[in-house]
């Protein structure tokens, strides 16, 4: 009967397109298959809240889930398969799941090369070459070496795509966040130009690479078609909740063009969300550098004494100044700043760099010295 109420939560699950009650009704299911002791119930309620956790950026949760599950595949691949019925396939959800791992600090370089090369060896001789490739890439920039990962990257996108990846416009983003840390305009441009007129269809890829390419496009004096990826890039993260990330570029985007106000209303939308999973540590660091960054440019054009609305939540309220006061542009600057430098510290520390510092502080000092331009 306990068996049966699970399969039961898990057919209800997928029904619903709501993330938060997917996810419960497959907790709920994964408990009673426990108490049932009945494994494929467990496996199938687990296998779909992998990508459940993933897209709520729940990466700790994500890992957990998806190391039982490679547990059970790798001791009866017949029982367990990689694809079970309404499931993603198993080994791109653990390709998933080593970007997000090579894009940490809480492993350590060889444990990280260590599940690549576990990975290599499920997907087998000769496969998976598009998605092994951009693992590497992910892995060498996190160690700041940006030429390797730049050959890397080349190397993946010199063949076809495969089932591990959403497409190859989505390894393309990756190609431009690798070249936007090497401060290669020209590549960044190259790599996202294809989001502009023919974007994917996955929901959060596309703002992710019109974001990181608006910059570039400015740079190489295409300020409209910034401006209209800056626009399109707005539209989806307002019908969508996107990475903290994300909301700072977009942020540092409209500090740069005089949109001061949009500035300081996409710092407020990124500030509850910049801590994230435990395991996201990427995506921390990327969004605490350009808060840091955008907080620091608001100050020199004058806004420093401008109150920070709606941050006041569970996530933020630790950092907070003391006696209850709420944040302005002034008080959070250098909180951020510092949280921004102790994690870039943290992730050059595995790898004996300064890359992540010095990437920081020129982001930093170009949105202090960036004169907004007239509006198009």
């Known amino acids: 009967m306990t ?12 029904r619903t397109w ?23 119930a467990e496996y199938a309620a687990r296998m779909r809240l992998v990508p459940n956790s993933a897209i709520r950026f729940e990466v700790s949760e994500a890992v957990t889930h998806l190391a039982w599950c490679v547990v059970r595949h790798d001791s009866d691949p017949t029982r367990f398969p990689r694809r079970a019925s309404g499931t993603e396939d198993l080994l791109y959800l653990e390709d998933w799941t080593l970007r997000q791992l090579a894009l940490s600090d809480a492993l350590s370089p060889v444990q990280v090369e260590d599940l690549i090369a576990e990975h290599a060896r499920r997907l087998g001789p000769g496969a998976g070459e598009h998605a092994l490739g951009t693992l590497g890439a992910l892995h060498a920039w996190a160690l700041g070496d940006v030429a390797l990962a730049s050959a890397h990257i080349g190397a993946a996108l010199r063949v076809p795509g495969d089932g591990l990846a959403h497409c190859v416009r989505c390894t393309r983003d990756i190609a431009a966040q690798i070249a936007e840390a090497a401060g290669d305009a020209a ?45 399109v890039a707005v539209r ?4 969508r909740p996107t990475t903290a990330e994300v909301r700072g570029r977009l942020a540092r985007y409209a500090l740069v063009t005089g949109r001061l106000d949009e500035a300081v209303g996409h710092v407020e939308a990124a500030l509850p969300y910049v801590h994230g999973s435990a395991l ?26 401008r109150c920070l609305t709606g941050v006041d939540v569970p996530s933020v309220r ?34 004996g760099t300064m890359f992540h510092v010095e990437q920081l502080q020129r982001t930093v000092c170009g949105a202090e010295s960036q004169v907004p331009g007239p509006l198009l």
């Open 3 to 14: 068996a049966a109420r699970s399969l039961a939560l898990i057919a209800r699950a997928d």
């Open 187 to 231: 590549a960044v441009v190259m790599a996202v130009d294809d989001f502009a007129t023919d974007p994917c269809d996955d929901l959060d890829q596309p703002a992710s690479a019109l974001s990181r390419g608006l910059f570039a496009w400015l740079a190489s004096d295409r300020r409209e078609d910034a401006d209209s990826a800056y626009g």
């Open 18 to 40: 709501q993330l938060e009650e997917q996810a419960s009704l497959l907790v709920e299911a994964v408990s009673l298959a426990r108490e049932a002791d009945d494994l494929d």
């Open 280 to 305: 996201a540590t990427h995506l921390r660091l990327g969004a605490l550098r350009e808060i840091a960054a955008v907080l620091a440019g608001l100050q020199r054009r004058g806004l420093g004494e």
């Open 236 to 239: 989806r993260v307002a019908a």
């Open 318 to 351: 630790p950092l907070l100044p003391a006696r209850g006061e709420g944040w302005t542009v002034a008080t959070a600057a250098p909180v951020v700043l510092t949280a921004a430098r102790e994690l870039a510290g943290r992730f050059d520390a595995r790898a």
